[in-house]
């Protein structure tokens, strides 16, 4: 079983370019949520989505928007790239979004801007 | 929301138990016990999590304090494979999974 795949695994962008972080997950899971990881830190939710067809703001939300394309797939996209958004990505995904489901997490995007 | 407090690394020698504790004194009654754990260059995976009964899986084992204000992951059996960042996180049960708030965990070294 694959679990959550995400791709690229590695990027380099230029400042103000545009990019797409795609996430695929093969659970059947209704809920997903995307996270980034700076250096010596701890992850912070950007974007999730309870359910296919809903999505709502984390903690950092700014300078990325998201689309849930169907129940499988959860994309974040970064329209604008700055220096400042250079970090690793991770999606993750759980049966459903109550307190007590564990999330499942893929292997992250390495992703530089400069 | 309730914090928790982790000591910053711990280290432990192969095929010896290794308890790594975490403090949550502000904790609700309503808050779940959640570990991850990071391996080098890889995302978060579930360890394990529970409510106020000490828990047990494949992986490892969760005990929880009588008053819930602390509580200690104890693997068993450390192996290499076990190094990675521990994260003991606290999830309210009348809330949405979203409020998983993942601190900077405990850095668990394995020695051979």
């Known amino acids: 079983n694959a679990g959550v795949t995400q791709t690229p695994k590695f990027q380099v962008l230029k400042t103000g370019q545009s990019m797409t972080l795609q996430c695929a997950q093969d659970?059947?899971?209704?809920?997903m949520y995307w996270y980034r990881q700076d250096p010596g830190m701890g992850l912070r939710l950007i974007y999730y989505?309870?359910?296919?067809?809903?999505?709502d703001k984390g903690e950092v939300p700014n300078g990325y928007n998201v689309s849930r394309l169907n129940k499988r797939e959860f994309s974040l996209r970064l329209e604008s790239a700055a220096p400042s958004q250079t970090s690793v990505y991770f999606c993750?995904?759980?049966?459903?979004?109550?307190?007590?489901?564990?999330?499942?997490f893929g292997d992250g995007t390495r992703l530089s801007i400069l | 929301d309730a914090k928790t407090t982790q000591p910053n690394s711990m280290e432990s020698n192969e095929e010896e138990p290794v308890h790594l504790p975490c403090n949550h004194s502000?904790?609700?009654?309503?808050?779940?016990i959640h570990w991850y754990r990071q391996l080098p260059s890889q995302g978060p995976e579930y360890v394990i999590h529970?409510?106020?009964s000490n828990v047990n899986n494949r992986m490892a084992s969760l005990a929880i304090a009588e008053d819930r204000k602390s509580s200690t992951l104890i693997l068993h059996r450390a192996t290499l494979r076990d190094a990675a960042v521990y994260y003991c996180?606290?999830?309210?049960?009348?809330?949405?999974?979203?409020?998983?708030?993942f601190g900077k965990g405990t850095l668990l070294t394995v020695n051979p």
């Open positions: 993750a995904s759980s049966e459903v979004d109550w307190s007590n489901q564990p999330q499942h």
């Open positions: 659970m059947n899971h209704n809920s």
């Open positions: 989505s309870a359910s296919e067809g809903t999505t």
């Open positions: 502000t904790i609700s009654g309503t808050d779940y």
């Open positions: 529970g409510l106020t």
């Open positions: 996180i606290l999830n309210d049960s009348g809330g949405s999974n979203y409020k998983l708030t």
